[in-house]
């Protein structure tokens, strides 16, 4: 596969009657910050990607944290370049839709989580979409790290202040930040199953309500939202675990046991997807045997006015063959006494079906 920085566009050659196109636009539209952290702090100024690496370099220590948003393959090139990234995990980064995961290439980390977020809705039982998924793709070298987001909702501007307000964990280098993120991403999982929970609660309640309206079709949605969750918590169980044992030396052994808080948690969520999918399975089936419960009765309902429509139909039916000799054709009292019997019959029948409940 031929690496990134071979997609450059061809030169133009100049003209001075007609202004060049504007082929490149400016990394810093992608770049959400660029900043050097040395003994923890921040240092001042803006910095560009090359000149922050530069500086870090320079002084032996410190490193660089760049956040990027939604880059394309040409704007990620010249960082990819700087920072010496691989061309595959450049890729990846760039076209997003992995699953989490984390790989190796030579002295550099590229972990990928997916992010999620609580869609608000008047009621579960009419929302089309309840949970939004996005991605985070860290970069972790020796003296940088480099975050690439995907989704409107997966901002790491909290995370970056929460960081710079504690120099003493910043001090610990760029793995503090692949732990921050991770931690703030298995955060988010914890408050939407919280609200999904409260959901799923909800709707439990309507299924087992006497003459309720919830049908298959919705426990199925809140189903495939559940399933959705599921993919962006289950496959990163494995990438922090490693992470906790050791996997990489960029890792040192002071954040690794902040990783195992953040384990602890991610089993935590992880259980309580798999309990949502176990109960909802449960509560589809509920509503299956509802709506077939409510079938049955209405079949009962309708065999039983079949029957009692059949009794003046039969009889309707024998007198309406015009026979010559037909016993009380010529009687006075004939007809009422048919009317009598059919509304005898009638009503004998309905009091047999509504004590069997049938009506």
Request: contains cysteine.
């Amino acid at each position: 596969m031929p690496a990134l920085s071979s997609f450059r566009p061809a030169r133009l050659a100049p003209r001075r009657d007609v202004p060049l196109p504007k082929l490149h636009i400016p990394i810093s539209a992608y770049v959400v910050d660029c900043a050097v952290y040395v003994d923890g702090s921040r240092l001042p100024g803006r910095w560009t990607h090359d000149r922050a690496l530069a500086e870090v370099r320079r002084r032996a220590d410190g490193f660089v944290w760049i956040g990027l948003h939604e880059p394309d393959a040409e704007q990620i090139t010249g960082i990819a370049e700087v920072f010496e990234l691989h061309e595959l995990a450049v890729e990846d980064a760039v076209h997003a839709h992995q699953r989490p995961k984390l790989e190796r290439y030579d002295d550099t980390l590229f972990m990928v989580l997916k992010t999620v977020c609580y869609v608000g809705h008047a009621q579960p039982t009419t929302a089309n979409e309840i949970v939004e998924s996005g991605e985070i793709m860290v970069f972790l070298g020796p003296d940088f790290v480099i975050t690439v987001r995907h989704g409107e909702h997966s901002s790491l501007h909290r995370v970056r202040a929460k960081l710079e307000a504690d120099p003493e964990q910043l001090a610990l280098g760029p793995a503090a930040v692949l732990h921050a993120i991770a931690d703030h991403v298995v955060d988010s999982y914890l408050e939407v199953t919280a609200a999904i929970e409260d959901d799923i609660d909800q709707m439990e309640a309507e299924v087992f309500t006497p003459r309720s309206t919830m049908d298959a079709e919705q426990m199925y949605v809140m189903k495939r939202e559940v399933l959705e969750l599921r993919r962006a918590v289950v496959p990163l169980g494995a990438p922090v675990r490693k992470l906790t044992e050791g996997y990489s030396s960029l890792v040192p052994h002071e954040v690794r046991s902040y990783f195992r808080d953040v384990d602890d948690h991610l089993v935590t969520v992880t259980d309580r997807v798999a309990g949502f999918n176990e109960l909802l399975t449960t509560l589809v089936d509920a509503v299956l045997a509802k709506t077939t419960m409510r079938q049955n009765n209405d079949m009962r309902k309708i065999t039983a006015y079949a029957a009692m429509i059949s009794v003046p139909t039969m009889i309707a039916g024998i007198y309406g063959m015009n026979f010559q000799y037909m016993p009380e054709l010529q009687w006075r009292y004939g007809y009422p006494m048919v009317l009598i019997t059919i509304g005898t019959l009638c009503a004998l029948l309905f009091r047999v079906f509504r004590r069997n409940q049938w009506l």
